[in-house]
Nanobody, 123 residues
């Protein structure tokens, strides 16, 4: 059906930047929205950024003015640019997308998750 694969995580020093990518593949008709979540050890998964296709992005307060979410719908790609990273940004980051796809010859809509990519912010 549909798969999401994240990349771009890694170890970065405080104040540094990373760009996460999310590649969607499968019988995709349209990407309706994309979001990035994160889950730190011992904490619940939280949404940090969300953007509907053609709409306005929204951000969790702690990442506003530091993170930017974007999409290249024609390429079925999503991105999260993270600047001025802080140790508290350390987490596994997950891509989530609302997608229209074809299955069994029929159009369907569903929500999909990637497997996650680790981001560690440490000196």
């Amino acid at each position: 059906q549909v798969q999401l694969v994240e990349s771009g995580g890694g170890l970065v020093q405080p104040g540094g930047s990373l760009r996460l990518s999310c590649a969607a593949s499968g019988s995709i008709e349209s990407i309706k929205a994309m979001a990035w979540y994160r889950q730190a050890p011992g904490k619940q998964r939280e949404e940090v950024a969300y953007v509907p296709t053609g709409g306005t992005a929204g951000y969790e307060d702690s990442v506003k003015d530091r993170f930017t979410i974007s999409m290249e719908s024609a390429k079925n790609m999503g991105y999260l640019q993270m600047n001025n990273l802080k140790p508290e940004d350390t987490a596994v980051y997950y891509c989530h997308s609302e997608i229209g796809f074809v299955s069994g010859g029929e159009y369907r809509e569903g929500e999909f998750w990637g497997q996650g990519t680790q981001v560690i912010v440490s000196s």
